[in-house]
């Protein structure tokens, strides 16, 4: 099972990213996908979720800035993220079941 992140980046507060996660060996359609974040200093916290079902969940500092979305074809949930500020700099992780991906930076500068 591997789990690949990327599309992070330096982006200028009020910018947008969009992160995409990959999977090999873990059907993200039949499962719950998660995006979470580590800023320095910090716990890891869920930034958003997607169930197999379609239903999501958003960290209260994301909502209406964020959005999770799947692609079944492609096996790839995606975080897209607008509005960026400051404090959404962190290290941007995907995960699903137990495994985890390696992690994308994500820097706003103000």
């Known amino acids: 099972v591997q789990l690949q992140a990327s599309g992070g980046g330096l982006v200028q507060a009020g910018g947008s990213l969009r992160l995409s996660c990959a999977a090999s060996g873990v059907d993200f359609n039949s499962n719950t996908v998660g995006w979470y974040r580590q800023a320095p200093g910090k716990q890891r916290e869920l930034v958003a979720r997607?169930?197999?079902?379609?239903?999501?969940q958003y960290a209260d500092s994301v909502k209406g800035r964020f959005s999770i979305s799947r692609d079944n074809a492609k096996n790839t949930v995606d975080l897209q993220m607008n509005s960026l500020k400051p404090e959404d700099t962190a290290v941007y992780y995907c995960?699903?079941?137990?495994?985890w991906g390696q992690g994308t930076l994500v820097t706003v500068s103000s």
């Open positions: 995960a699903a079941l137990e495994f």
């Open positions: 997607i169930r197999s079902g379609g239903s999501r």
